[in-house]
């Protein structure tokens, strides 16, 4: 099993900053690209910003600028730096990654994984 944990979310005012940690655990042979997904109430999830396993970036358009992802392969962690927070960036951050997996038997599985999702509340 593979557990993906996010936390830094909370409520911050407009322009403010927040930083999302997402700790990825479990029989990991290796991560492949890991990304940050958003769900807004009433909306589609979305993806702001992803990352491969060699550090290339992709970012939304929206989010270009003022959202850094990075990653640090030694620790199995992502993490979302967010800046010029707007009202708009309210929603359920989702952590996510291509994971490779091993069981016992030295069975190699290739899964997606979904963290729990962490609440980012931009409002004054």
């Known amino acids: 099993q593979v557990q993906l944990v996010e936390s830094g979310g909370g409520l911050v005012q407009p322009g403010g900053s927040l930083r999302l940690s997402c700790a990825a655990s479990g029989s990991i042979v290796s991560i492949n690209t890991m990304g940050w997904y958003r769900q807004a109430p009433g909306k589609q999830r979305e993806l702001v910003a992803g990352i491969t396993s060699g550090g290339s970036t992709n970012y939304a358009d929206s989010v270009k600028g003022r959202f850094t992802i990075s990653r640090d392969n030694t620790k199995n962690m992502v993490y979302l730096q967010m800046n010029s927070l707007r009202p708009e960036d309210t929603a359920v951050y989702y952590c996510?990654?291509?994971?490779?997996?091993?069981?016992?038997?030295?069975?190699?599985?290739?899964?997606?994984?979904w963290g729990q999702g962490t609440l980012v509340t931009v409002s004054s």
């Open positions: 996510n990654a291509g994971v490779i997996t091993t069981t016992r038997l030295g069975v190699y599985n290739a899964l997606e994984v």
